[in-house]
């Protein structure tokens, strides 16, 4: 026992000693991966070339092939509405004359009236309404037309007289050139005169049809304006449809109250203009101010080119005495209506910028003419209003698909 104890004792000794001989093991190192070389600038860049590209003429050249693209679907969107004008302008006026409706519909409708049978008499006095305000304005102007030609042979003779005795001091050659130079444009552009009366002429069966899908489609919007929106409302995607019910129902209220404010606006100016008009007994005042009427309906260029031709009836007929006046009436009407009626009436809800107001009016003017000059600030202020309602931030969590509806039409 002693024997096979101490056996163990001296084999435990000599692994003790043999561990302690030997060197320890080395330690294992483990390098780290080496990294690849990131760009240092921006977290967008996915090379190496990208990093060695300043951020400036990234960034520049980000927002300029974006700027392409909308820059091309907008080419594109303006190219098809231009294709199809002949539905696009009426229904534009269409909407117009909707929102201008409105409120006598709703009238009509709190005393029980038929939906159809609501709009149908508005429809029906409100065209009652334009038809004879043309007849009397035709008539108006049909009878006042001889005199007004003599008092123009007269002024024009004035002209002449002042001309040549006036600090011009043109003499008899040189008048006669003059005419003889005019005479001569009107014959070198009377092909293309000629031409426009012809294209003016062919275009009366398109002015016919647009009249019709104009009265169609003001009768529908105004009796299914709101089924006509909820059906459009369907077609977005279900989590973004009560965020496009509220945008449409604002813009809405926008184009109710421009229209509103500007026939408001456009009659204050006419009856302002035109009452001086007849004070001071100038040809046409009821034509004038219709005339002025309807110009209200383009602002600033409008009002401007209304007012433009009451001063040169009131200078042909009365005298630039007169025409003096009429100028200082003019300058007053606009600048109350600028400064106090705009603001006033139209509120914050449809302001826009002046600017904004100048260059929509250009482009409209540009694309669809007088037509395009009428819709193109009622349409900045929806568009203004939808986008902003679009991009709000509503503090509104976002509803269950199931939860998402469309405001009901009311009865």
């Known amino acids: 026992m002693a024997v096979g104890r101490l056996s163990r004792i001296r084999r435990n000794l000599r692994r003790a000693y043999e561990s302690s001989t030997q060197e320890p093991p080395e330690p294992v190192v483990v390098e780290p991966p080496v990294e690849e070389p990131s760009p240092e600038s921006h977290s967008s860049t996915m090379s190496r070339d990208d ?13 300029s092939w974006r700027l392409i693209v909308v820059g091309v679907i907008g080419y594109v969107l303006l190219r098809f509405f231009g294709t199809i004008r002949i539905v696009v302008i009426p229904l534009s006026i269409a909407l117009l004359l909707s929102a201008l409706l409105t409120p006598a519909v709703g009238w009509l409708l709190r005393f029980r009236f038929p939906r159809s049978l609501a709009t149908g008499l508005v429809l029906v ?21 001889p005199e007004l030609s003599q008092n123009a042979t007269v002024g024009i003779r004035q002209i002449q007289t002042w001309l040549r005795e006036g600090p011009l001091h043109l003499d008899d050659e040189q008048f006669n050139t003059a005419l003889i130079t005019g005479q001569q444009w009107l014959d070198q552009n009377t ?17 016919f049809t647009g009249a019709l899908l104009v009265l169609f489609s003001t009768f529908f919007f105004l009796r299914d304006g709101r089924n006509i929106w909820r059906f459009t409302v369907r077609l977005f995607p279900v989590n973004a449809r009560w965020r496009m019910a509220d945008a449409g129902e604002a813009s809405w209220q926008t184009l109710v109250a421009y229209v509103r ?22 040809p046409f005042p009821f034509p004038l101010a ?5 110009g209200a309906f383009i602002p600033i260029v409008g009002a401007t080119v209304s007012g433009a031709v009451a001063i040169l009836v009131a200078l042909v007929d009365s005298g630039w005495v007169t025409a003096l006046i009429i100028l200082g009436v003019v300058i007053a009407v606009q600048q109350v209506e600028g400064h106090i009626l705009q603001p006033l009436i139209m509120g914050r809800a449809v302001a826009i910028h002046p600017l904004a107001v100048i260059i929509g009016i250009a482009g409209g003017v540009v694309l669809a003419g ?13 568009l203004n209003t939808a986008v902003r309602r679009l991009t709000a931030d509503h503090h509104r969590p976002e509803p269950p698909p199931e939860a998402v509806v469309v405001r009901s039409e009311t009865p």
């Open 51 to 63: 990093a060695e590209v300043p951020h400036v003429l990234r960034l520049a050249a980000a927002w």
């Open 261 to 282: 404010a500007t026939v408001l606006v456009a009659f204050i100016d006419a009856v302002g203009i035109g009452l001086f008009l007849v004070i001071f007994h100038v």
């Open 125 to 145: 006095a409100g065209l009652g309404a334009v038809v004879g305000t043309l007849t009397m304005v035709v008539t108006q102007f049909v009878d006042g037309l």
């Open 370 to 382: 007088i037509t395009g000059a009428l819709v193109a600030v009622p349409l900045i202020a929806v």
């Open 191 to 207: 092909q293309a005169l000629t031409t426009g009366a012809v294209s003016t002429a062919a275009t009366v069966f398109e002015l």
């Open 290 to 294: 219709a005339l002025v009427f309807l």
